[in-house]
């Protein structure tokens, strides 16, 4: 299966914007956000500095890489499909996913549950009162500008 921003141009306005919400929403400064990465392989690019002390960064990172799916989902207006299969169809965002709950739990049942956990915290996070209406204009902004920097962002996101 195929990631579905490749069926809607907006759609990876919106994956990208996930990412990046996300990193807020668990505490991180979002530097810049982009839809045109230097990296060619990358569809997009999130650079975050995270605060000292708190969650692990495999938690964080964990769940930042899940947002992007979850976003383009939401957008589609899909009631997402938190399965696994579905989201490992973001081949690069889940190989992060599953790399960071491989090092925060080595049992493999227990790292299922970790899975889980997460992508239901993910989707409440992005489906809180207010953060939808946040992914919006943050993509809107993304899709103008291309790229925002941590001014742009903050701006975008409306707090």
Known sequence: ME???????????????GHALMAHLLGGR????????????????????WPRGG??????????????????????????????????AWRGDWDEVCRCAAVLERDPERRKALLRTWIG????????PGHEDALARIADALHAHGTLDDVLFEDALGD
Do not use: I, N
């Open 121 to 128: 915290e993910v989707h409440a996070l992005l489906d809180a």
């Open 30 to 49: 979002v530097l810049h956000v982009t839809l045109d990465p230097e990296d060619e392989e990358q569809d997009g690019e999130v650079a975050v500095a």
């Open 55 to 88: 969650e692990s960064l495999e938690s964080r990172s964990g769940r930042v890489a899940l947002a992007g799916a979850v976003a383009e989902l939401v957008f589609l207006g899909d009631d997402p499909d938190l399965d696994p299969a579905t989201l490992s």
């Open 3 to 17: 990631p579905f921003h490749l069926d809607h141009p907006d759609a990876k306005a919106w994956h990208e914007a």
